[in-house]
């Protein structure tokens, strides 16, 4: 049963549009996190948040933005797709006094053509 | 070179053997992750360690902080077992709450 939720599971888009990546947790965490993940290759970090009004950039540079509005919901917006931003997208969550580690969304596979 | 090497890439096992998956790192950590990410993409985290060994079912992790190493191991594989485990240390440097991930061990096990 997941507790993080990624919308849309796939997304085919052309050059140019704008598009949002949706990501929602139940879990009331505190810190959540955008990886992004070319095939067969590791995940890394594009951004991650604290908590509400807090976003950072990570250290793989992406020309997306995030906001945090709420506690639950950390969507990943792309003003203007291209070809380069073919990947996947994977949402995660985790509780700073944790001891349970990270909670990931199915993630988003993302394609421009 | 990666902070952060797995060992195999790939690996091919018959129902019922023994498996065991290597991670080996080279910065200081606060925290080990052992995931699996099936073929949907999806992850699932199995394990969070600092020190010493943990075991859930037929999964088994150890990691020793001296010689900045982890094992994931497991017992009487099965078909379902296969997907990619990746192994992730949560590192001291870097943004903060970073993970820095392994390229992952496909794991595959035949009936």
Request: one cysteine or more.
């Amino acid at each position: 049963e997941a507790d993080i939720y990624q919308t849309p599971r796939y997304l085919v888009i052309g050059t140019g549009k704008k598009i949002t990546l949706e990501c929602s947790q139940t879990m009331g965490h505190d810190k959540m996190y955008w990886y992004q993940q070319d095939p067969g290759m590791e995940l890394h970090l594009i951004h991650y948040s604290y908590g509400v009004n807090s976003t950072e950039k990570g250290d793989l540079s992406s020309e997306s933005t995030v906001s945090r509005i709420r506690t639950e919901h950390f969507p990943l917006t792309l003003e203007s797709a291209r070809p380069s931003h073919t990947s996947q997208y994977l949402c995660a969550s985790s509780e700073s006094r944790s001891a349970y580690g990270y909670t990931f969304g199915s993630g988003t596979r993302l394609t421009v053509v | 070179k990666n902070e952060v090497e797995q060992s195999p890439q790939n690996l091919t096992a018959q129902e019922g053997e023994f498996i065991t998956i290597n991670c080996s790192y080279s910065v200081g950590i606060s925290a080990l992750h052992w995931l699996q990410q099936h073929p949907g993409g999806g992850i699932v985290s199995l394990f969070m360690l600092s020190s010493g060994k943990k075991k859930h079912g037929r999964l088994i992790a150890t990691i020793n902080i001296q010689e900045k190493h982890s094992s994931l191991h497991i017992t009487a594989s099965h078909p379902r077992d296969s997907a990619v485990y990746i192994c992730a240390v949560r590192w001291y440097g870097g943004s903060q709450g970073n993970l820095i991930f392994g390229k992952g061990t496909k794991l595959s096990v035949k009936p």
